[in-house]
């Protein structure tokens, strides 16, 4: 019995353990302050992606309908959708209040930066296909990334663009159709 409860004890824990390390991340991302609407749709995506590793349908059920209550809640108050099945990585930012859109089939890297009125999704509804988003890579105010797209590692994607096309690795994707520019090295650095 004791070695039964024990294995139960560290199959939830497994659970658990990396929905509470991102939280944990997360949290320090956003410097604890309660008040950031980034912070809260984290911690209902976070939570979504979590209750996908419970296998048993019966105990998903509960779950899965306290998830769509609270991110149609998070939605509300804070005009950002942010759907579980998107894969996120670590750190992720989201600046600004309102009016973000990311599609579900999206791929977002480590410590990317999104502000107000970013859309992330399908170039149109029946083509399939969402971006992937790099590391590191920052996207400004009212930016559309659109498409089956790759947007390099170190990417700068300016306010109000709108990006239909690969952008390398290290650049800048600024207008309407996006142009990309090589990023400028900063002083000191080669």
Known sequence: MAGYLGRHRLAAATLVNPMFEHIREDWKNYDGHITRQGLW?????RFGRWRYRIRSRWLRLPLSILYKMLKLLSQILTGIDLPCETQVGRRLTIEHFGDI???G???IGDDVTLRNGVTIGLKRT????????GNRVDIGAGAKVLGPIRIG?????GA???????VPPNSLAVGVPAR???RKAPAGQT
């Open 41 to 45: 749709v984290m911690l209902v995506y």
């Open 101 to 103: 859109i990311i599609s």
């Open 105 to 107: 089939d999206a791929v």
């Open 126 to 133: 029946n083509e399939p296909g969402s971006p992937i988003i």
């Open 153 to 157: 590692d170190d990417a700068v994607i």
């Open 160 to 166: 109000n663009a709108v990006v239909i096309t690969d």
């Open 180 to 182: 990309i520019k090589p």
